[in-house]
Nanobody
């Protein structure tokens, strides 16, 4: 399983970014996909997850209503649209994947496949 993130960068407060993650070496439709992040000096934390079917999503309360996760199983891709960014969103963002039996489940833990991360900096 390989996961490669892209789309990170520096943006001003209130701005938007879209992260992309390209998967390889696995059948996307069999995997739950998600995003975590790690800010400087803090532990890695859950951001969002999307079910195998793409029908169900879960978000951390800190990003709910601002971020949107989506996936394209045909392309082995997962995306994170981030709006109304603020400095507390500054972190390295990681794409994650987990093979899972249930089609509509959205667990927030137990991910065993991680990308290398992409830096997002929100600063004026």
């Amino acid at each position: 399983v390989q996961l490669v993130e892209s789309g990170g960068g520096t943006v001003q407060p209130g701005g938007s970014l879209t992260l992309s993650c390209a998967g390889a070496g696995f059948t996307s439709e069999n995997y739950i996909l998600g995003w975590f992040r790690q800010a400087p000096g803090k532990e890695r934390e859950f951001v969002a997850v999307i079910s195998r079917s793409g029908q169900f999503t879960e978000y951390d309360d800190s990003v709910k209503d601002r971020f949107a996760i989506s996936r394209d199983n045909a392309k082995n891709m997962v995306y994170l649209q981030m709006n109304d960014l603020n400095p507390s969103d500054t972190a390295v963002y990681y794409c994650v994947a987990k093979e899972f039996m249930l089609v509509h489940a959205t667990p927030r833990y137990g991910f065993d496949n991680w990308g290398q991360g992409t830096q997002v900096t929100v600063s004026s």
